[in-house]
């Protein structure tokens, strides 16, 4: 069985919207804004690359990060080189970016743990905040790789839903502040 890992940046009030400056969100690119950039707070993505087996994404971030990430080959040669998994109902066969390598089409969350039932390393997901929250109430997530900001944005996509559901205890395995006042937070579901 795998691991199923979200990984996300998050303000302190939970928003996960535009981190990296994706348009159409007024506080779009927030991660990199009026925050001093300190390396050691980033070692987790970093990681996250070496240790994954495959990327899972939902449609809005596959159409984003697709055409950018083959050309950054330093920065995601791992991610560039992994399978990678696209959770849509209406994303096409030939939707897809044929130079980046490996993709496949689930087309349901029941998809999603028939994968996870697979032999292979830890699925790593990243932006993608609807499938995120979709996930979460499933119950399919099985780590929290989070960032978290020390900015409030109001506004924007959260990393979980309002769904009305069963306690989830979650257990810390990784935990760090750093200069920055980045929060390194890594999470294990308990079942």
Same mark, same amino acid.
């Given at each position: ?11 302190? &009030?939970?928003?996960? !919207?535009?981190? @990296?400056?994706?348009? @159409? ?10 925050? !001093? ?8 993505? @970093?990681? !996250? ?43 096409? !066969?030939? +939707? ?13 969350? +029941? +998809? ?29 997530? &099985? ?22 559901? &069963? ?20 999470? +294990?579901?308990?079942?």
């Amino acid at each position: 069985m795998r691991k199923l890992i979200v990984s996300a940046f998050v303000s302190l &009030d939970g928003v996960i !919207e535009a981190p @990296g400056g994706e348009p @159409g969100y007024r506080n779009s690119g927030w991660t990199f804004k009026d925050i !001093e950039f300190e390396p050691a707070a980033y070692e987790l993505k @970093g990681r !996250e690359q070496e240790e994954a087996g495959a990327l899972l994404l939902g449609r809005v971030s596959y159409q984003a990060f697709a055409p950018v990430w083959p050309t950054m080959t330093e920065e995601f040669a791992q991610y560039n080189a992994m399978p990678k998994y696209v959770v849509s109902t209406t994303l096409q !066969e030939q +939707d897809l970016v044929t130079n980046w390598g490996e993709t496949t089409i689930l087309r349901s969350l +029941d +998809d999603v743990a028939a994968l996870k039932a697979t032999e292979g390393g830890p699925i790593i997901t990243g932006g993608s905040g609807l499938l995120h929250q979709n996930l979460s109430d499933a119950g399919l997530v &099985d780590r929290y790789h989070l960032l978290v900001y020390p900015v409030l944005l109001g506004a924007g996509k959260r990393l979980f839903s309002s769904t009305d559901k &069963d306690k989830q205890q979650l257990k810390v395995v990784e935990s760090e502040t750093y200069s920055n006042g980045i929060q390194k937070f890594v999470y +294990d579901v308990v079942r």
